[in-house]
T-cell receptor
Framework: NAGVTQTPKFRVLKTGQSMTLLCAQD?????MYWYRQDPGMGLRLIHYSVGEGTTAKGEVPDGYNVSRLKKQNFLLGLESAAPSQTSVYFC??????????????FGEGSRLTVL | AQKVTQAQTEISVVEKEDVTLDCVYE???????LFWYKQPPSGELVFLIR??????QNEISGRYSWNFQKSTSSFNFTITASQVVDSAVYFCALTTTGTSGTYKYIFGTGTRLKVLA
């Protein structure tokens, strides 16, 4: 019963380094999302995907790239990390079927620090 | 555009008091869903409730209740007889099925609730 799994859980980077956060879900959900959470800012949508092979920009996409090559995986990449990208990142997935929109299922979060 | 406003940044109450967390939303779509999530100090996000725009009945689940009013675009959350374990950050969220922001789930900035023993 894994649900949504994020790796890694913690990471420290130096400015300019690159990294990829992996999100995997085992619920066969079509929709997947990446959010960042900063103090006082709530959860802000970075990118999302409505199906395998599709991606779209959210509220704060600059500095990030994503890919959805397989339905169960959604990757978030930082090509050149900046201190402003220090944050907690959450991946989520959801379903929409038969006219019903489901809630978001969240991973446990990944804490990223950029020095 | 979609927007969710949680004007209360932080609320402190004494145990056993009732507390209401406010959520005001904006959308031009007629079909939408509203959600509440709880984030305890451990950091995970816990789903509490989902409500669609066609169901304006209030809902009660134990000590939790939700008041949905389309006329004021509000979806408020009340905890009755609060307990220390209710201390957390609570988020309200909105998603629509219309053309404006379809598939996006937009969150408010959250309300931190502190319940004092």
């Amino acid at each position: 019963n894994a649900g949504v799994t994020q790796t890694p859980k913690f990471r420290v980077l130096k400015t300019g380094q690159s990294m990829t956060l992996l999100c995997a879900q085992d619920m066969n959900h079509e929709y997947m999302y990446w959010y960042r959470q900063d103090p006082g800012m709530g959860l802000r949508l970075i990118h999302y995907s409505v199906g395998e092979g599709t991606t779209a920009k959210g509220e704060v996409p600059d500095g990030y790239n994503v890919s959805r090559l397989k339905k169960q995986n959604f990757l978030l990449g930082l090509e050149s990390a900046a201190p402003s990208q220090t944050s907690v990142y959450f991946c989520a997935s959801s379903f929409r079927t038969g006219g019903v929109t489901g809630e978001l299922f969240f991973g446990e979060g990944s804490r990223l620090t950029v020095l | 555009a979609q927007k969710v406003t949680q004007a209360q940044t932080e609320i402190s109450v004494v145990e056993k008091e009732d507390v209401t967390l406010d959520c005001v939303y904006e959308t031009r779509d007629t079909t939408y869903y509203l959600f509440w999530y709880k984030q305890p100090p451990s950091g995970e996000l816990v789903f509490l409730i989902r409500r669609n725009s066609f169901d304006e009945q209030n809902e009660i689940s134990g000590r939790y209740s939700w008041n949905f009013q389309k006329s004021t675009s509000s979806f408020n959350f009340t905890i009755t007889a609060s307990q220390v374990v209710d201390s957390a950050v609570y988020f309200c969220a909105l998603t629509t099925t219309g053309t404006s922001g379809t598939y996006k789930y937009i969150f408010g900035t959250g309300t931190r609730l502190k319940v004092l023993a």
